[in-house]
């Protein structure tokens, strides 16, 4: 499998450093055009070494498929004329249009290409690209998987459906040029080819912008969710409507509709759920636990638990942990079964 990926790779390659050779392109050197080629072979071989070697984690579990994979970038000043396909591919594979105008099919009809635009291919779609003899294309490229990969086109508003987008190709080509001087297989640069490709999908949201529709009950569970996560800090109200990109009345309006409970509500049984969590489990202090589920004040802390509970915090640890050593002392009593 990987000796058949890296053939695919240099085959690929191969077709466009031909097509390269019959263009006048000042810009791409026949070093530039070996290099290019190494990097996309190289690239797409260690990144299908790591989908096959399935490394093993500490524990010996499965390490998980990385996120977003590059198997290859490259750039290209087009022949007049120049055509590719019919073809098909096992990743997503994205162009980005400096200059010049043509032309992708797919299976969903034909879609013109012009300058500051871009195309997207799927995994497993045939299609079929070309510029025009009078206004060839010069693009760069970047070849992509991993198991977030969709979900960023998704975000982009990118499809097989919708393959062409804006995109500013001066920025793009800047971060392809950089994924392809990462070489090496470290960790270190690993995470710093990831970011670039997360850095190229911010630009391509940024300019294809998809309006999002989102009911009430969205927002409310965005609220809830990231409420229940910063719960235990000195969060405000003001700051969980900011977030999910509400006005802090509509959003009260919002939760109280759909839990018949506001915000603030919801806020202090996060809190005394945390608390109770604490007092049954550890040995803390009244006031360590006070502080370490968000309440400044221990003596608040304390009323406001006795109001909502029914019974102080320390009477609270005390019945829970009377339960817990009655329930042993029961299930030590119960008389063995004989067997027969």
């Not at 500490?58 to 977003?68: C, D, F, L, Y």
């Not at 998704?154 to 950089?178: K, M, Q, W």
């Amino acid at each position: 499998m990987l000796q058949r990926s890296a053939r695919s790779a240099i085959i690929y390659m191969c077709f466009r450093l031909r097509q390269n050779g019959k263009a006048q392109n000042t810009c791409c050197c026949a070093a530039y055009k070996e290099k290019t080629a190494k990097n996309a072979v190289k690239r797409i071989i260690m990144n299908r070494e790591n989908d096959i070697r399935t490394p093993q984690g500490e524990t010996g579990e499965k390490v998980p498929q990385a996120p977003v994979c590059v198997y290859y970038c490259g750039h290209e000043q087009c022949a007049p004329g120049h055509r590719f396909g019919p073809a098909t591919r096992n990743h997503h594979l994205l162009h980005f249009v400096a200059h010049g105008s043509g032309e992708l099919k797919n299976v969903h009809g034909r879609f013109r290409v012009e300058a500051g635009s871009g195309f997207y291919i799927a995994p497993g779609e045939t299609t079929v690209y070309g510029t025009g003899t009078d206004d060839p294309w010069e693009y760069c490229w970047i070849g992509l998987g991993g198991s977030d990969a969709s979900r960023l086109l998704a975000l982009a508003g990118i499809s097989s459906a919708h393959p062409v987008f804006e995109c500013n190709y001066d920025a793009v080509r800047e971060i392809t040029e950089r994924i392809n001087a990462r070489q090496g297989i470290d960790n270190s640069m690993q995470l710093r080819v990831i970011s670039d490709v997360y850095t190229l999908f911010s630009l391509l949201c940024r300019n294809n912008r998809t309006p999002v529709v989102q009911c009430g009950d969205d927002y409310v569970n965005k609220a809830l969710a990231f409420l229940r996560e910063v719960a235990y800090y000195d969060v405000k109200i003001d700051q969980v409507a900011s977030y999910v990109g509400l006005d802090r009345s509509h959003l009260y309006r919002l939760t109280q509709a759909r839990t018949g409970k506001s915000l603030k509500e919801h806020l202090i049984q996060f809190r005394l759920d945390r608390a109770k969590e604490l007092l049954q489990s550890t040995d803390f202090g009244i006031a360590q636990i006070a502080s370490a589920c968000g309440f400044n004040d221990s003596n608040h802390f304390a009323k406001l638990f006795r109001s909502r509970v029914g019974v102080s915090p320390s009477q609270y640890r005390s019945s829970r942990r009377l339960g817990e050593s009655a329930k042993i002392f029961l299930t030590a009593q119960e008389p063995a079964q004989e067997d027969g």
